[in-house]
């Protein structure tokens, strides 16, 4: 079932596409006026947005109704169709489970789907009932009847892999992980002979229920040792950093250990463990940062090196105690790919040009890049440094803790553990003669009046802070008790930025913005029509994201006169942003997003997903000749 659209939207399932629609008419759900007006609905909306999704919008159908009525009729649709249809999976995610597919055959789709955790366990069950034309059971809220085991072997049960649920007349509903499995069926009817209805439910929550109603000492059969957890850690750590990753998240739940790393700011499924591996683990880790292995019941930090190919790695712990155990962060630092030149971190032509003029080479003042976690400001932040660090110039730095180690400067970590605070730094960096001082992050009145009155006295001083744009900078800092005079007289640029993921350049092709897109920027068609835009279809360089790698968009306010006198007026916010474009040349977040969107570098859905929409974006072309894009 799909909309009436171009064929280059249509995302067309492997059977007519009416079959649902046909269905419900036929069982007095729907009537055809109802259907061919949400057809003609959907052909307007989002690629993504599916038949049934719009007929479910418009009140025309409920689907629990529908679910009920394809259980009782089986259709021919595939599982993955079905899914789509259903909303549990994007069209996207199930061309790339397909892809996985491809390549690892020895794997069924639902495996595949639910190890990148496209779907959830229960979700996927759920969909493949209705396909199926079996009843559902959601064990996690279900309560079963104990009495159906009183007489029966648990272990049988177990081996084959079904549980007694509840009575239904006079017959036993019994929930199987794979009703299909003809073992399991002929153990079943060994109890019950044919006195029983067939059920689905999740393999998991089958086995966690009979392992409770049992003995409740059945084990894992993995058992883990030292040597065993030292491999474990050894071989995530190294596979998080052949991947790519900037953060590797170590996560206990209930029954299983799970592993994920961060890659392009996505967090991506790695590995699952037993969960009676998350103590060794978790010792394991304590060793090698030097945390305190016999506290449990409270956070930790730590940091350790790890050398892997030939190169050392810096790795930042951070552990945190949830009900299931200490769920572990590692941040792997002091790659070697990390200290980019200033004119590779993404910039476009004019905007580089007059940061590098009025900015880097300005004599004193205070420069700020802001952003929140994850959005490469310390990359920014160390590039500036690399750029205009000289053996003519005193660079000073108090960060906590130290990120990078730059070759020619005086870099200090905070350590409070011996009082060696942001506050006791601060003061004692301005007596060393310094000509530049960074302060990796204000984060309170007395760092943000050290970095003012600092620039005062004619130092520069590079710092970073957490907020939403460019605008919010100033605004902060006014909120932080910082007098707007000495805002106005030593800020000198506030630099906005963002993470977006790149295209595949392996997997891409053009696509067209969808009404709503263009809706959401104020566009017409037009407006983007003289543009290719790509998005990446998908593949096994990119993990079938379609995307690879980053590209930053930025927001560069470089305070003038007009801005000075609207900061020691006390203007909001929005009257700061309008005179800022008006006679600062400002280019937002969201306009520079949008020139990298249509030079094909990264997409539109990216863009909404990252970049906050303060203000109406300008034409495309109008932002193109501002930042100097051809």
């Not at 730059?406 to 310094?434: K, M, W, Y």
Request: aromatic share 6%.
């Amino acid at each position: 079932m799909t909309r009436t659209s171009t064929p280059k939207d249509q995302h067309p399932l492997s059977t007519d596409p009416g079959e649902i629609v046909s269905l419900l008419i036929k069982e007095g759900l729907l009537t055809k006026e109802e259907a061919n007006y949400a057809m003609r609905v959907n052909s307007k909306l989002s690629p993504d947005k599916t038949l049934l999704d719009t007929l479910k919008d418009l009140k025309y159908v409920d689907q629990d109704n529908v679910k009920d009525v394809l259980r009782r009729n089986h259709l021919s649709l595939r599982i993955g169709d079905l899914m789509v249809e259903f909303g549990y999976l994007s069209q996207a995610k199930l061309n790339a489970a397909l892809s996985i597919q491809e390549a690892q055959k020895n794997k069924r789709l639902g495996q595949i789907i639910i190890e990148n955790q496209y779907m959830t366990e229960t979700a996927f069950i759920e969909a493949l009932s209705v396909q199926l034309g079996f009843p559902f059971v959601d064990l996690s809220v279900e309560d079963v009847d104990n009495k159906l085991l009183e007489n029966i072997p648990i272990k049988w049960c177990m081996s084959n892999h079904f549980l007694p649920v509840r009575r239904e007349k006079d017959k036993t509903f019994v929930a199987f992980a794979d009703p299909f499995n003809k073992s399991d069926l002929l153990g079943a009817q060994k109890l019950y002979g044919k006195n029983f209805i067939m059920g689905i439910a999740s393999p998991s929550m089958i086995e966690k229920k009979l392992e409770k109603l049992g003995s409740g000492n059945i084990q894992s059969a993995t058992a883990v040792d030292e040597n065993t957890a030292i491999g474990i850690v050894n071989s995530i750590i190294a596979n998080g950093i052949e991947q790519g990753a900037s953060d590797i998240h170590i996560e206990p739940f209930e029954e299983r250990l799970q592993v994920r790393f961060r890659i392009d700011g996505i967090l991506v499924p790695f590995k699952r463990f037993p969960i009676n591996a998350a103590t060794m683990v978790s010792a394991r880790i304590k060793v090698m940062c030097k945390a305190n292995i016999a506290e449990k019941r409270r956070h930790q930090d730590g940091r350790m090196a790890f050398d892997h190919q030939g190169n050392q790695y810096d790795l930042r712990t951070s552990f945190f105690v949830t009900v299931f155990g200490e769920k572990i962060v590692l941040r792997i630092l002091n790659r070697i790919d990390q200290i980019i030149r200033i004119d590779s971190i993404g910039m476009q032509s004019k905007m580089l040009s007059r940061f590098d003029k009025d900015v880097l080479k300005a004599p004193s003042g205070v420069m700020i890049i802001t952003g929140p976690t994850g959005s490469g400001k310390t990359t920014t932040l160390y590039s500036c440094v690399s750029d205009i660090s000289s053996p003519q110039t005193s660079i000073v730095t108090a960060e906590d803790p130290v990120e990078y180690v730059v070759e020619g400067i005086s870099q200090c970590s905070i350590d409070s553990a011996i009082n060696r605070t942001f506050e006791e730094t601060l003061r004692h960096v301005v007596r060393q003669d310094p000509d530049v001082i960074v302060i990796g992050e204000i984060r309170d009145n007395y760092s943000a009046n050290v970095a003012v009155h600092a620039a005062l006295t004619g130092h520069k001083v590079l710092t970073s802070f957490h907020t939403e744009d460019s605008i919010s900078g100033l605004i902060r800092l006014i909120n932080m008790d910082v007098e707007p005079f000495l805002i106005a007289s030593t800020v000198t640029c506030v630099l906005a930025q963002r993470l977006l993921r790149r295209v595949c350049v392996h997997c891409r092709e053009d696509y067209k913005p969808s009404s709503a897109d263009l809706k959401l920027l104020g566009y017409r068609p037009d407006d983007m029509g003289k543009y290719t835009l790509y998005k990446g279809r998908g593949c096994p360089v990119c993990n079938h994201t379609g995307y690879k790698g980053r590209v930053a968009v930025f927001e560069m306010l470089i305070l003038n006169e007009y801005l000075r006198e609207a900061i020691l007026n006390s203007q909001s916010s929005y009257e700061l942003r309008r005179i800022a474009i008006e006679t600062s040349g400002l280019v937002t977040l969201m306009e520079d997003a949008l020139s990298k969107v249509s030079s094909g570098v990264t997409t539109l859905e990216e863009t909404f997903r990252t970049v906050p929409r303060l203000l109406a974006p300008r034409p495309i072309t109008e932002i193109n000749r501002l930042l100097g894009v051809a």
